[in-house]
């Protein structure tokens, strides 16, 4: 029989408060953490960049993008106008650099914020054979045309070939790394290590030695936001479908930030630059057309839980402004059909040491071009 939600709350709520998450969770390896390692070389710090001018009917202006990314990582790592050395700063020549895209529902990670960042990985002499473009799912990826995307050399990754509700198959994962938490889907046994086990993707443990993140700026239903945390866990292990197995057994404030705190993950992720071009307020993930707005802005990090943190505050402050409640007081409607939604992952996440998730302590830069 399953743990309840109650009981999974309560354990992992204990272990936190205690110091003592390895009695809540499990990491079957240790990857040593480096200097850039979550929450890497800028912990507090977020950078928003927005234009005016970067959407002209809809529709993503290369020229603008260009901008805006290159003074995002100027002013986010103080390298000014000398985008080269920003990029420097992260990558060498040799690093094979992985980008965690989002490509689910109506909005996905932009072209023209992945061709910038491509070029930034060029300048900073990481060859196109040497970035790895990733998704869990291979259709997704095709889907949305991402393959054509691409600039020569610039190969594409995957762990599954398309979406399955169990998700506890392993090929494409590996064995060695893996989260073992005490939360399985409805029907499980938590004597089956199948159903308590995460395996990292191959994909993180073994084809790149960095990672940049580059989610979008949606609501989601059961997580409240998904954003840097959420692309991480739900992008780079199997079996996440049990942290929200069905309207009532909801575990994403507990299971993203555990996900993220695999010590393979942490260690590789150097890099968050989160897609704000378009954003999504309401029924998300897949969301519906009437809940996206023109948001115009890209923000710029090393630690995702402080960009997410100002991502959840954008977000709620465009739902109140919709005349909806916040993520954290809202209730289930047509659209969202979770009993709560979750955004308390990002004030775990804190206390797990993944980042600033006090809002008082983040330094905010807003810049336009």
Request: aromatic share 6%; charged share 25%.
């Amino acid at each position: 029989m399953g743990l309840t939600r109650r009981m999974c709350v309560k354990a992992f709520a204990a272990a936190v408060a205690s110091g003592g998450i390895a009695n809540a969770t499990r990491y079957s390896s240790k990857s040593d953490l480096t200097r850039l390692s979550i929450p890497g070389l800028y912990r507090g710090n977020v950078v928003a960049v927005a234009s005016d001018g970067v959407l002209v009917d809809g529709h993503n202006q290369a020229d603008v993008v260009r901008r805006m990314m290159r003074r995002g990582m100027g002013n986010l790592t103080g390298a000014g106008d000398d985008w080269v050395a920003a990029w420097k700063q992260f990558f060498t020549p040799g690093d094979i650099v992985g980008i965690k895209v989002n490509p689910t529902g109506i909005l996905v990670s932009s072209r023209e914020v992945l061709l910038e960042i491509v070029a930034g990985l060029n300048a900073a002499g990481v060859k196109n054979r040497e970035i790895v473009v990733y998704d869990r799912y291979r259709k997704a990826l095709l889907d949305h045309g991402i393959d054509r995307w691409l600039p020569e050399g610039v190969r594409l990754s995957h762990a599954a070939e398309d979406y399955d509700p169990i998700q506890q198959a392993i090929a494409g994962y590996d064995p060695e790394h893996y989260m073992e938490m005490p939360l399985v889907l409805p029907g499980y046994s938590l004597e089956d290590s199948k159903a308590t086990r995460s395996h990292a993707s191959r994909f993180i443990t073994s084809e790149v030695n960095k990672l940049i993140n580059l989610p979008t700026l949606k609501d989601h239903q059961s997580a409240g936001v998904t954003l840097c945390l959420k692309n991480l866990s739900h992008g780079l292990v199997n079996n996440v479908s049990r942290s929200h197995a069905d309207t009532s057994h909801n575990n994403c404030g507990e299971f993203i930030p555990a996900v993220v705190a695999m010590p393979v993950i942490r260690s590789k992720v150097v890099l968050n630059v989160l897609d704000g071009l378009k954003g999504l307020y309401h029924a998300g993930p897949g969301g519906r057309p009437q809940f996206v707005w023109e948001h115009k802005t890209l923000y710029f990090g090393t630690d995702p839980v402080a960009i997410d943190r100002i991502g959840l505050q954008v977000i709620d402050e465009k739902r109140v402004a919709s005349g909806m409640k916040p993520s954290a007081q809202a209730g289930p409607d047509s659209f969202d059909r979770f009993v709560t939604k979750q955004p308390e992952h990002i004030d775990i996440a804190g206390k797990l040491g993944l980042g600033e998730s006090d809002r008082n302590k983040i330094e905010f830069r807003k810049l336009k071009v």
